[in-house]
């Protein structure tokens, strides 16, 4: 079955380190985002891919970096920078406004605490 | 630019009991609407979207959702909850030509025995 999957489920990172988050997905869709979840704050957009080797910031990428070298794969780094990195990080991808299934796909999740 | 509001962050219903979670949009443009639900650690899963055509929209578990251009409210329903439907659920908003998603914030729904 074709799907989104994020690894690893769990991260911890200790201060001043940089971490990735891998996102890894077989549905062929060309966008791709990475979204951060925080208990009562819904998902808020970090960077999104729309194509291979392009990505956009979202409404809150500082702290963050991504790269898009093969349109399955689009990697998430934390970097030292981001201040108050512990949250559960969520990977979508969008498949195309002309197919039946439109729509955004989800991956299970990365959940990053911070020791 | 777009946004989305739930209106209640919390929803404690009993079992068999209907149940309605609210969400109003503002957008400047037509919409595409979603709901999504999460059960505890785990990512989204989409419940039904509204993209055009038929305003009442059926999803799947037996939850349904009535577009409502003129009230700009895009409200969730199902008829008799179970259990097993205790879970967050998100409202989401996209601009048509937009590749954003826009989220609410949630309503967590508790489904009481």
């Known amino acids: 079955d074709g799907g989104i999957t994020q690894s690893p489920k769990y991260l911890f990172r200790k201060e001043g380190q940089n971490v990735t988050l891998s996102c890894e997905q077989n549905?062929?869709?060309?966008?791709m985002y990475w979204y951060r979840q925080d208990p009562g704050q819904g998902l808020r957009l970090i960077y999104y891919?729309?194509?291979?080797?392009?990505?956009q910031k979202g409404d809150i990428a500082e702290g963050y970096s991504v790269s898009r070298e093969k349109k399955e794969s689009f990697p998430l780094t934390v970097t030292s920078a981001q201040k108050n990195p512990t949250a559960f990080y969520l990977c979508?991808?969008?498949?195309?406004?002309?197919?039946?299934?439109?729509?955004?796909?989800f991956g299970s999740g990365t959940r990053l605490t911070v020791v | 630019a777009q946004s989305v509001t739930q209106l209640d962050s919390q929803v404690p219903v009993f079992e068999e009991a209907p149940v309605e979670l609210r969400c109003n949009y503002s957008?400047?443009?037509?919409?595409?609407l979603f709901w999504y639900v999460q059960y505890p650690n785990q990512g989204l899963q989409l419940l039904l979207k509204?993209?055009?055509?038929?305003?009442l929209v059926k999803g799947i578990n037996g939850f349904e959702a009535e577009f409502n251009k003129s009230q700009t409210s895009f409200h969730l329903r199902k008829p008799s909850v179970h259990i097993s439907d205790t879970a967050e659920y998100f409202c989401?908003?996209?601009?048509?030509?937009?590749?954003?998603?826009?989220f609410g914030k949630g309503t967590k729904l508790t489904v009481n025995p």
């Open positions: 979508a991808s969008l498949a195309d406004h002309y197919q039946a299934n439109y729509g955004y796909t």
């Open positions: 549905l062929n869709h060309d966008a």
């Open positions: 891919s729309q194509i291979v080797n392009d990505f």
């Open positions: 957008s400047s443009v037509s919409v595409y």
């Open positions: 509204y993209l055009s055509g038929s305003t």
């Open positions: 989401a908003v996209s601009g048509r030509g937009s590749e954003k998603l826009v």
